[in-house]
């Protein structure tokens, strides 16, 4: 639950401009907030260009979002509240649902701005800029997004998968502070199946088809030889039958082959 260590210091803001800069009107001159209708504030967007101000309400009938930006993009981040009004806080992600700061208020407070009527409020940095102190620079240690060939952006939770020979697997990594972190080894050892992946193999890759039995006939008998745990057949020529077998057996480039040597006695 959200705890307010310090309440003194928002009772002492009250009837003030903050969490906006003093000379804030505001107002769009349609709509304005009162002066306390925020209690505090904290941005810190993973990109930003100068300073925030609170761009855009967008009233709809369920819920309202509150948009904040700055010169270069006003709706760098949004908050969504949904109706009636239960939380005290806002929390801003940007669009690739990054975290970018809070807002704090009251469930009250913050009701009063569903009543600005189903639209959207638009405000410029004169109106809503925020203060200074309101905008504090986040230092990420680490990742905070990974952009895909189409161009988005996938943050939180991520899962990755090595396909097609690479290897994924975590490391301990001593950084120059000599402090211990964890970190994502990536072994690229190819796939030596890479032809057959594709999507038309047989123009490119022949499919191996290996020996599966080997069958043995001798007259009405037969024997069905099978492979070794590797796959392999052993054959070879012996003496069992006779003492000195003219059966021969080698391998060549085209195969296994298979021959008597001698020649034929004449009488």
């Not at 009233?59 to 908050?79: A, C, N």
């Not at 594709?198 to 007259?219: H, K």
């Not at 070794?228 to 039958?241: A, K, P, R, T, W």
Request: charge should be negative; include cysteine.
């Amino acid at each position: 639950m959200t705890h307010i260590r310090h309440p003194e210091l928002l009772r002492s803001l009250r009837s003030t401009n903050y969490p906006f800069v003093p000379a804030a009107s505001l107002s769009n001159g349609n709509v304005f907030f009162v002066e306390d209708t925020f209690l505090d504030a904290h941005i810190y967007s993973t990109e930003s260009s100068g300073r925030y101000y609170l761009s855009q309400v967008k009233v709809q009938s369920d819920k309202f979002t509150i948009y904040v930006g700055d010169s270069e993009l006003p709706t760098r981040l949004h908050g969504e509240v949904v109706l009636p009004v239960v939380d005290s806080v806002v929390r801003l992600v940007d669009d690739y649902g990054r975290p970018g700061g809070i807002l704090v208020s009251s469930p009250d407070r913050l009701a009063l701005l569903s009543t600005w009527g189903v639209r959207t409020h638009t405000f410029e940095q004169g109106q809503t800029e925020f203060c200074v102190n309101c905008q504090v620079p986040a230092a990420y240690p680490g990742v905070t997004g990974l952009q895909v060939a189409d161009g988005q952006i996938a943050s939180g939770k991520v899962w990755l998968v090595g396909e097609d020979g690479v290897v994924l697997r975590t490391e301990n990594y001593v950084d120059k502070q000599g402090q211990i972190v964890p970190v994502i080894r990536v072994d690229v050892v190819g796939d030596p199946l890479n032809l057959q992946r594709l999507c038309n193999p047989a123009d490119l890759f022949v499919p191996v088809n290996p020996i599966r039995v080997i069958r043995v006939v001798n007259g009405e008998s037969t024997y069905d030889c099978y492979p070794d745990e590797q796959g392999n057949f052993n054959i070879q020529m012996n003496d069992s039958l006779t003492s000195e077998p003219a059966l021969r057996v080698r391998t060549t480039p085209a195969g296994i082959v298979f021959s008597v040597e001698g020649s034929l006695i004449s009488k």
